[in-house]
């Protein structure tokens, strides 16, 4: 009888923590950005693809269908990858990228993609790459923002962020 009243208190604890609990990221109003993740890639770098085994493949993921050095040039960059999901399936929804590049002088780039038909887990890549890339240089801060209907249900930002 105590065994099984200690189960359901240390239950009923447990319960009461993830109910408190904050979001993870930003704003969670039937939303949520999960992670971004970020690939520099750079295909003249011989370093970086000979320390470790999953840059290299990363690399020839990025490389793939390239022939020359000038279409390998043409994909050097920053690319973004944002995980992220909808508590309203099937609403329209768009993903948001702004960012600072280093050359720049602190002014906001922004890129959309709008999702038509967004699922339950979604993720939408960003490509900051080819000339832009070459005038810009490499992405210094970012934020990333997922809206439906207009207003914004989640967030996430580099530590750098301070627009």
Known sequence: MTLR??????????L????????KHGLSEGGE????????????????????AMVAKEKEYYSRGAVTQAQLREREGNYYNVF???????????????FLQEADQGTV???????????????????????????GGDV???KATVLQGGRPIATQQSFLWAK
Do not use: H, M
Request: hydrophobic share 35%.
């Open 5 to 14: 009243l200690l189960s359901l208190s240390c239950l009923g604890f447990l």
């Open 16 to 23: 009461s923590l993830t109910s408190c609990s904050a979001p």
């Open 33 to 52: 950005i999960s992670r971004v993740k970020y690939y520099r890639f750079r295909p003249f770098d011989k370093l970086s693809a000979a320390t470790d």
């Open 84 to 98: 992220w999901r909808t508590d309203n399936g099937g609403q329209p929804a768009v993903v948001r990228f702004e």
């Open 109 to 135: 780039k922004r890129k959309e993609i709008s999702v038509g038909n967004p699922g339950w887990r979604n993720n939408t890549e960003f490509q900051i790459v080819g000339p832009e890339y070459a005038k």
């Open 140 to 142: 210094r801060a970012w």
